[in-house]
């Protein structure tokens, strides 16, 4: 059955806000449920999260949608680094001539905005007649410098990548600061790009003398 969709939202994705085009239903014949916290049901979606859906074995509609984020992180990371490595301004104020880089200094900032948008949106609650259906999904998502990723390991996963950081180094800083000085281990862990691992200690130690290390 057609989930409840709001006036506002009648040509969204649920997944990902973009114009819908097809309808997924869930569970559906080459993915059978046993234990679906909830009745089938069908979503309007696009295109492309149509397809990721499709190929996620997962138990409810939810984790679909968690699912279904992190592959379109994952996908657009290029895009989504636009925003770690520039400001729109710096952007439209580089000097770029010719070649590739004209085209993205025109619509760089545009791909950024349009990845974010997606990977942040969130679909309306699910209702089907009138019937709220409860959220039964753990849900663990990380928001940190306006997106909105669908676990801490994914933001994690995208600072590595983008900034060549040491992964193990970087989650232990990470696990010593806490979450919430995300920001701080970041900008911590680019500073010891190409440090040997005993560098990196001992700066960990003078930068933070009270780290139990
Ligand atoms: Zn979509």
Redo the contacts with the bound molecule.
Sequence with gaps: MLIDIPFDKRHH??????P?QVKFVFPHEHHIVLDCPHPPLMVP??????QIARQVTEASIWSVNYV?KRK?MRKYHKDLAIGLNWTQEELANSQFEGGNFEGFQRSGWFMYEVAQN?VN?IGWPISLDGIEIEISAVLTCFTFDGVTYPSVDDAINHYVVNFALNEDFFKYVLYQLGEHRFSEAVRFCRLQIGSTPSERMLALKNFFPEFDL
């Design positions: 994705c649920w997944f990902c806000g973009e819908s979606c696009c295109k492309e999260c149509w279904v379109l997606r949106y």
